[in-house]
């Protein structure tokens, strides 16, 4: 690995970084806030299906990870580095095919032609044309800067920019795509979801030129030419326990993010009757988030980022655990200890990403091996567990109690959509501080001493 000589790291990289994120988030929360609400409320189709469609894509992405992290790691440098050219190539076709997912103009087909396009849209934009943004963009961190100070910074650019993404989402959305029926239950307009995605994957396309025009690759990985054995990879990802930590701390982490970005479209429309409420909270979210990225970096350097994370992850549990047991009524209480909560989730989502750089610096330094894009892509993998088990525990919790069409708005199922939305992310956050607590072995001095090691290393070569 070198270093080349060019511009300085500086905020051009860091704006350039958040617009990549901005760009992925574009697609990726529209579906997880919305896509699953669309699919029961519009198309009329089983919440456990739909969780279940969620599940299979998510193990096939199992596959289609390690596969785009091996084309990267073995890709030749372009133009503009190793990993920015796939931003490029793939801008378009991930755009257009989170668009067709929401294809309103088939609500009146024959079910199984809906069920088919539901899967066959899915698969495509998240197996196939999301992974293969995703996974080199995620990589590039390492390319971007060899100091853990400046992928810390990275990071949480990276998180305003999901943030600023859900603002344009949480907080717009659904007071553009409710209406009010007769009965003066908030209604889902497919029509208007439609809209709204196609909005959304311009943006994103917006976004993903400026995060290629912006951003600076200035350390030159190598190019893996050895031969890929995937039962190798296996035995050594088996026995790498910073990577098996941080993919179960994130399992946990997205089982709370995705369970509330679905469970919001429910419980405000159905249980609270207030989108306004919903809106606001995607608000919140946002504001929080970028108040914690404020501090996250400077906390983090003097504590380390597994004890900063341990304390927002016990924190947004016991918040949940109150709200559960508190069962109240008004949207705004609820709003305001949904926001007390997502401080846990903010602070996670902040330091993640320099969490993986940190277990990328951990195996280099324990196998002399640089393998950032397949690390990347067995943590990319490992969101997309979180993401199949959030999908498939809303689904099926939302089935278990009665919901559909027609049930939508009975008292019964709509205190279930109470309890499902607190339940699920008090358990995700306390199995998260428990799995950074015993699990996850990179605290400060660890990862302190990793740096010092490949910095010392990269003088010497």
């Not at 896509?35 to 279940?52: E, H, N």
């Not at 504001?287 to 304390?311: M, N, Q």
């Not at 277990?359 to 993401?387: C, H, N, P």
């Not at 089935?399 to 992310?425: K, M």
């Amino acid at each position: 690995m070198s270093e080349e000589k060019t511009r300085p790291f500086g905020i051009r990289d860091k704006l350039g970084y958040m617009f990549g994120d901005f760009g992925n988030d574009f697609t990726f929360i529209l579906s997880s806030m919305i896509l699953m609400k669309f699919y029961s409320d519009v198309m009329g189709i089983d919440t456990a299906l739909i969780g279940t469609m969620m599940m299979i894509a998510r193990f096939l992405d199992a596959f289609t990870d390690v596969t785009m992290g091996q084309l990267v790691d073995r890709s030749k440098k372009g133009k503009k580095g190793k990993f920015l050219k796939w931003i490029l190539w793939v801008s378009v076709p991930v755009s257009l095919a989170s668009f067709l997912m929401y294809a309103n103009w088939f609500r009146n087909y024959p079910y199984g032609f809906k069920v088919f396009w539901m899967f066959f849209t899915y698969l495509i934009w998240g197996s196939v044309f999301y992974t293969a943004i995703n996974i080199p963009y995620g990589s590039m961190v390492s390319a971007i800067s060899p100091e853990p100070k400046h992928r810390a910074q990275l990071s949480n650019y990276r998180s305003i920019g999901a943030a600023l993404a859900g603002m344009v989402i949480g907080v717009v959305l659904p007071l553009l795509v409710f209406f009010e029926d007769e009965n003066g239950n908030q209604v889902l307009s497919g029509r208007r979801v439609m809209l709204a995605a196609l909005i959304c994957s311009v943006g994103a396309v917006i976004c993903y030129l400026l995060c290629y025009n912006l951003v600076t690759e200035r350390v030159v990985l190598p190019e893996k030419t050895e031969k890929f054995s995937f039962s190798l990879m296996l035995r050594d990802l088996s026995k790498n326990k910073a990577l098996i930590g941080i993919v179960a701390a994130t399992i946990c982490m997205l089982l709370v993010q995705l369970t509330l970005s679905q469970m919001v479209t429910y419980v405000f429309p159905n249980y609270f009757k207030n989108t306004a409420a919903q809106s606001a909270a995607g608000l919140i979210g946002v504001v929080i988030t970028l108040i914690c990225a404020s501090f996250t970096v400077r906390i983090s350097e003097k504590f380390g980022r597994k004890a900063l994370a341990i304390a927002g992850s016990v924190l947004g549990g016991a918040v949940f655990i109150f709200a559960f047991f508190l069962k109240t009524k008004n949207p705004w209480v609820f709003v305001a200890l949904y926001a007390l909560s997502y401080i846990g989730l903010a602070v996670f989502s902040l330091i993640c990403w320099a969490m993986i750089t940190d277990v990328i610096d951990d195996t280099e330094v324990k196998t002399g091996r640089r393998d950032d894009g397949t690390i990347y892509a067995v943590y990319s993998f490992s969101r997309k567990l979180g993401q199949a088990l959030s999908s498939g525990v809303t689904g099926f919790l939302l089935n278990s109690i009665g919901y559909s069409q027609e049930t939508a708005f009975d008292e019964a199922v709509t205190n279930g959509i109470y309890n499902i939305t607190c339940l699920v992310p008090a358990i995700g956050y306390i199995l998260l501080s428990l799995v950074l607590y015993f699990f996850y072995p990179l605290g400060k001095k660890a990862v302190d001493e990793n740096a010092r090691f490949l910095k010392e290393k990269r003088e010497k070569a």
